[in-house]
Every structure is written in C-alpha cells, then in structure tokens.
C-alpha cells in the first residue's frame, strides 16, 4: 500500500462532511417536529369532532324527545309545564366559577342557551316484571323501532318493536301476551304494579308515578313499595291499554325533565386563579350547569318552522313561538382545549355562527391575544322535532 493511499480525509473534507450531515440531520428533524406537531393538531381536531358528534346526539335525543309524555302525547290533568322546546337568543357567556361576565368574556360574541322538557328524561320508567309471560329473545335477533310503535313483520315472521319495559326485537306471539299481560294487571279496580327487581329503582313513598298510554296520562301516588311490586293509593280507576310507559317522578321534583344547555368559560389555570381571563382558560358547554363537553366556544340555535306551501321550512334565532318549532339547526364553534406554546399564532378565518347575526374571526383584535395557541373547528346539524 503506497503512501497516499493511506493519507484520509483532509480536514476541509471532513468539514463539509460535517456540514452536509448537519443539514440532512436539521432537514430530518424539521421534518419530524412538524410531524409530531401535526399528529398532536390532528388529535385535538379529533376530539373536537368527537366532542361535537357527543353533543349533537345529545340534543338530538332531547329535541325528539320534547313534548313526550307517552303514547297519549298530552299531559295528565292538572300539570303543567313550559314549551317543550324553549331559550334564549344571545346570551352573554359567563364565568362558570363567578356565574357572571369579565372583561375578556365581553368581547366575544354571545351565545344560545337551549331547554328542552319531557318525560322519560330525568324520570325514570318502571321496568314491569312480566315473568314467564314476555320472554326475552336470545342477543342479537334485531333492531328496534321507536317507543310505542306496534312495529313491522319482516321477512323472519318477527315483528320489531320497543315494549314499555325492554327494548328488543320480540315475537309477534310475544307481543300478544305483552298486552294480554297489561289487560289482566291494570285495570280499574286493582291497585299493584309488578316490577322487576334486577334493578334497584330510586324510589320512595313520597314519589309519584305516571302512567300514559294511549288513552291518556295520569297521576298516581304511591302507597306503599314492596318485594318485587309497588302499590298506589287508591286503585288504577280505568283500564290501562299497550303500550303503557310508567314513570318515576322524584320527590320535589317538577312534574316533567328539563335539559338546559348553555356554553360557560371556564378556569384551567394552574393552580386555578377562581376566574376565567387568562389566555390559557378556555369554554364548555354546561348541561343544567355541570360541565358537560370542553372546547365548545359558542352554541348557536335556529328554529324552524313550516312556511308557506310545499312544506318549506324557515329558520330564525328568536322565533315568535317555539310550539310552532318543527326542527333545530345548532351550530357549535369548537376550540382545542389546550394552549400549544409551539405555535405562536390563530387561525385568520371567519366562522359564520348565525347567518343573520354573529361571525367570529380569531385574530380580530378583541380576541387575538386569547386565541394564539388555539384551532379552531365549525360543526352543524339540523334535527327533527318528532313530537
């Protein structure tokens, strides 16, 4: 081996080695931050989306639930209660901690507060204790259809349906000795409502129950609970038809269940401060003033209603009578609900909350202090009104 076969590298090759795997390396970690940032982002818009989808099925249920009161659609006699679809247009959005506004909760834009009522919410339905006379199905054998319908046959010779105490696909035999079961045990002059007791029920002598069947609904107070059955005060007075849904209206309790959503800031300063102005603080949607889903900023409703022919329907934030509400356009303005110090700006875009009213844009100049850090994500829907 000859002399300069065995020299090296010089020192200015090494240099430039140096220097080119030091680009590539700063290349390759670029390349991975930003990677690691964008995964972090992604998980967050999928919480948000996750979030949003939690709440939307949320009020769905209670918007298609509203004015239920059971097969007979109306009240018993002597209650009564609010719209079953109610709120208010533009609220200010508060402090949770303080109940009242600040400074920095001033400058943003206001938002709807939403109160839906029923039965069979915050009521509890009584699970009648059929025996051997309604036997459930094996898992598995289908789906169910809403409350008190008489259901389809299939092609199976099964007849979905959803009875006053299970909800499952049963025989169409089965249903005959469902209503053969109600016709023998609630009549006028009996007074004992056989229970399942797989469940413990929250329940007590002061409580009240409601039956609603087709014919109407009625109050009953109960006399006394025993192994397996309760007994009312009196007797049933008339005869109780399928489909029955039995309710459980607690002590002290209004006669129906009442839902109100309304968004709220919230303190997520470390350790908590008591208020919510900080540029780490964040929003929430409150269901009946406990924290329900974080990140929601704004909550918007529309009403619709029918309008002329063709059965069009019209859509305003302040309806001249929410009776006449036939669906629910909500709209949520959803914010990631950590501060990400790796990114030192916002989103420049306009969010459209309320078409005739309210748009939000982050670095507006109220806002933009508090927004750095912050994604933000739009979500609507439009729900039926059903009852």
């Avoid at 506004?101 to 943003?108: A, T, V």
């Avoid at 303005?333 to 030192?344: G, H, S």
Wanted: glycine letters at 10%.
């Amino acid at each position: 081996m000859n002399k300069r076969a065995m020299q090296g590298f010089s020192l200015i090759e090494i240099m430039i080695a140096m220097v080119i795997s030091l680009i590539l390396m700063a290349g390759v970690l670029t390349i991975m931050s930003t990677s690691k940032r964008t995964y972090a982002i992604q998980g967050e818009f999928a919480y948000l989306q996750d979030g949003a989808r939690f709440i939307m099925e949320d009020v769905t249920f209670g918007a298609r639930m509203a004015g239920y009161f059971g097969c007979s659609g109306s009240l018993p006699e002597g209650v009564s209660m609010p719209s079953p679809i109610g709120g208010i247009d533009n609220k200010a959005i508060v402090d949770a901690t303080s109940n009242a506004s600040n400074s920095k909760l001033q400058d943003y834009p206001k938002s709807d507060v939403l109160t839906l009522s029923y039965f069979g919410g915050g009521q509890n339905r009584l699970e009648l204790n059929m025996g051997a006379v309604v036997t459930p199905p094996t898992s598995g054998s289908g789906g169910t259809t809403e409350e008190g319908a008489t259901g389809e046959t299939g092609e199976s010779g099964e007849t979905t349906t959803e009875t006053s105490s299970m909800s499952t696909t049963i025989t169409s035999a089965q249903i005959k000795a469902e209503k053969a079961f109600i016709a023998k045990t609630f009549t006028p002059t009996l007074n004992v409502i056989p229970i399942t007791s797989s469940s413990p029920l929250p329940i007590s002598g002061a409580d009240r129950l409601v039956f609603s069947d087709c014919s109407g609904s009625q109050f009953f107070d109960i006399g006394s609970i025993g192994s397996g059955q309760i007994t009312i005060s009196g007797q049933f007075g008339r005869q109780f038809g399928w489909p029955l849904d039995i309710f459980i209206v607690p002590t002290g309790s209004n006669n129906f269940s009442s839902v109100t959503y309304e968004v709220k800031a919230i303190d997520k300063s470390s350790p908590p401060n008591g208020n919510s102005t900080g540029a780490e603080d964040g929003f929430a949607l409150f269901k009946d003033d406990q924290l329900f889903v974080e990140g929601v900023q704004n909550f918007q409703v529309r009403y619709g209603k029918m309008s002329g022919a063709g059965n069009a329907i019209s859509y305003t934030s302040n309806p001249n009578s929410f009776g006449e509400t036939v669906s629910l356009r909500i709209t949520l303005l959803m914010r990631t609900p950590n501060k990400r110090y790796d990114i030192n700006d916002t989103e420049d875009k306009d969010f459209i909350l309320d078409p005739d009213l309210l748009a939000f844009n982050p670095v507006d100049a109220k806002y933009e202090s508090n927004e750095i850090g912050f994604r933000h994500r739009l979500f609507s829907s439009t729900i039926n009104v059903r009852n």
